[in-house]
């Protein structure tokens, strides 16, 4: 399995890449090899992929293209049963399944063997459920592990605090984090993990519009923050996109993107459904 490395080693990327803006923290380090190449933030090749339960048999993923550049919103949409969380759970290196064929490139890198954690190291976000799933570990003592663990480096609690702070204020959230709060925990999460990479699975959430307008505006102030980042998100709400403006629309049926386009598809979608594409 390929290793992963939070600091770029010292042979000699300094020729190309740019000295970091004063102040910036060093979470965004890139790995050296897309620093010189310009690869991709992501490129998804020719996947195939499977529940691992079923070996051999029952394809879900029958070749997924996709390239998403720094700074893009993509969206995949598509009926029940076509394969989006499917995809979302190849991306974030799911146990659950199995890649049988094509690869997945993360900023040059050949990811798609690596386990799930290397993956966040790397700069993929990852959403973690909690509290629920974690009882009696303080939720800053959590964020401070999942940051350190991102950084690959130690962080006080004083500045996790000072920034769960402001960004719990930014996104509107009550700090004593009670419940009802899981959608905006995992924006919250994305914001201090600044991640290169955010893949957000909106489709089974069961989101009224309050809830929609929760992820949308939290996505939007974290993309305000982090320009650089690329985001997935897969969703069946077309009103998701009236909040959120996609630079790309996927639609995905029966294990493959039959059709790409601007957010016009999106809406072409809400008014006609997916039959065109049967
Ligand atoms: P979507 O998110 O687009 O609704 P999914 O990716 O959840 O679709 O599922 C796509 C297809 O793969 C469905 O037919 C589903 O039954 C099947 N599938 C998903 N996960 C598994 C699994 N772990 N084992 C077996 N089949 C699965
Ligand atoms: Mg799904």
Not at 18 to 40: K, N, V
Request: proline share 7%.
């Amino acid at each position: 399995m390929a290793s992963v490395s939070a600091a770029p080693s010292a042979a000699g990327d300094d020729t190309t890449a740019a000295p970091p803006p004063p102040g910036a923290a060093p979470l965004s380090a890139t790995p050296l090899s897309a620093t010189l190449i310009g690869a991709p933030l992501l490129s998804v090749e020719d996947l195939h992929a499977g529940a691992e339960s079923a070996a051999g048999e029952g394809e879900i993923l029958r070749g997924v293209s996709l390239e998403v550049g720094r700074g893009e919103l993509h969206v995949l949409m598509g009926p029940n049963g076509s394969g989006k969380s499917t995809l979302a759970g190849v991306l974030l290196g799911s146990p659950v399944y199995k890649v049988r064929s094509g690869r997945i490139c993360f900023l040059g890198e050949d990811i798609t063997d690596w386990a799930p954690d290397a993956r966040a190291k790397a700069g993929i976000f990852l959403a973690f459920q909690y509290p629920e799933e974690i009882p009696g570990v303080p939720i800053s003592q959590f964020l401070r592990q999942a940051v350190a663990a991102r950084r690959g480096s130690e962080v006080s609690v004083l500045e996790v605090r000072v920034q769960l702070r402001e960004w719990l204020s930014r996104l509107g959230m009550d700090p004593s984090f009670s419940g009802g709060e899981k959608k905006r925990n995992e924006i919250l999460q994305m914001a201090l993990l600044e991640p290169e990479l955010a893949v957000l699975d909106e489709t089974d959430s069961g989101l009224d519009i309050d809830g929609l307008r929760i992820v949308a505006q939290g996505v939007q102030l974290v993309r305000e923050a982090r320009p650089g980042l690329g985001i997935v998100v897969v969703t069946h709400y077309a009103k998701l996109l009236e909040l959120l403006v996609p630079s790309r629309v996927h639609i995905l049926m029966g294990g493959r993107i039959v059709e790409s386009g601007g957010p016009e598809l999106a809406a072409r979608v809400e008014r006609d459904g997916y039959e065109a594409w049967r």
